[in-house]
């Protein structure tokens, strides 16, 4: 956008001035009428004309304006994101019909679980800028489920349930199955159960709070599909912290292999029971259901595809 010179083109079916947009998201971004307005090859009182109109128009105030600072206000942060991510999709989609073969750029805002982001796509992000040099990203670790629309996120990777609303699309990149894990020293202090039976005089690291279920369902050779009750020696709302737990000596962790496959490696856990493990989890990939998925969202979940069937060969 950087130097363009500004067409009054209206949105097909609105009245909003695209032109006035572009010039919202270049002060945003500057931080000032003068820094935005020069971007945009406008004055400061072009550019700030430009925002008043736009104000005038939302019948919202965009900005907080003082002699010192210009900021943004909760409604133009929203304002803000939204426009980000409508600006880049008509470029994407303007050089698509050119036929020059856009390559994805922009900002990409992601949630992701926490063990699994850690562990699986933090090592990812890194190829994929590399090969992807006009995307920056934007990164939530959290096991919350996150409403991607009303939070401005687009894209959200996650371990287990996926969104099934008509809002969202899902598909399935990965899975995986929880087993248990240990560390020497809780088996030095405590003794090494034998079978699924000892489990329960044994100290639990449970993922969820609250009313959440506390058992472990699983699938043993000898008894089939059970499920592991005992002491709830302590409780988490965090996989990785039951990693760091399990490590410290807390108790005994049921966790998928990839947030503990260095550990085992480097001797800070152990596996219990090897002929016992969970049913397999599916790992989605959710994106906002839209007609016109952005470059950079689909450069992401195809690389990302790409990546875990290398890390598997």
């Known amino acids: 956008m950087t130097g363009r010179k500004i067409a009054p083109t209206n949105l097909a079916g609105s009245a909003l001035d695209m032109g006035a947009l572009r010039v919202f998201v270049a002060v945003a971004e500057a931080g000032s009428f003068v820094a935005g307005g020069k971007a945009m090859g406008l004055t400061r009182s072009a550019a700030g004309k430009a925002i008043a109109r736009l104000e005038a128009y939302l019948e919202t105030r965009l900005f907080q304006r003082t002699t010192r600072r210009l900021s943004l206000t909760t409604e133009g942060h ?10 880049e999709d008509l470029e994407e ?29 933090l090592p990812f992000i890194q190829a994929f800028l590399d090969n992807s040099p006009g995307i920056s990203i934007e990164v ?10 009303e939070e401005g996120f687009d894209l959200a990777i996650r371990v287990g349930d996926g969104a099934t609303s008509h809002q969202y699309i899902t598909q399935v990149i990965d899975r995986t199955r929880p087993q248990l894990f240990v ?5 030095k202090q405590w003794g090494t159960p034998e079978s699924v039976a000892d489990l329960k005089a044994h100290r639990r690291l449970v993922y969820g709070l609250g009313a959440a279920s506390t058992g472990w369902n699983v699938v043993d050779k000898e008894h089939g599909r059970i499920t592991l009750n005992g002491s709830n020696h302590v409780r988490f709302d965090s996989g990785d912290a039951i990693r760091i737990a399990a490590i410290a000596g807390l108790g005994i962790g049921y966790l998928p292999s990839f947030m503990i496959d260095r550990d085992i490696v480097e ?6 029971l090897p002929a016992t493990q969970g049913e397999e989890i599916a790992i989605h990939a959710i994106y906002p259901s839209r007609r016109h998925l952005s470059l950079r969202v689909r450069a992401f979940i195809d690389g990302l595809k790409i990546f875990l069937s290398n890390i598997k060969n």
């Open 78 to 87: 929203e304002f803000f994101n939204r426009c980000c991510r409508l600006l």
């Open 93 to 121: 989609a303007e050089a698509s019909i050119r036929q020059n073969s856009p390559l994805p750029k922009g900002i990409l805002r992601l949630t992701v679980s926490e063990g699994y982001g850690k562990m699986v796509i």
């Open 140 to 149: 939530s670790f959290s096991d919350r489920v996150v409403d991607l629309i």
């Open 183 to 187: 560390s020497p020293d809780y088996l």
């Open 267 to 272: 001797g800070r856990l152990v596996q219990l």
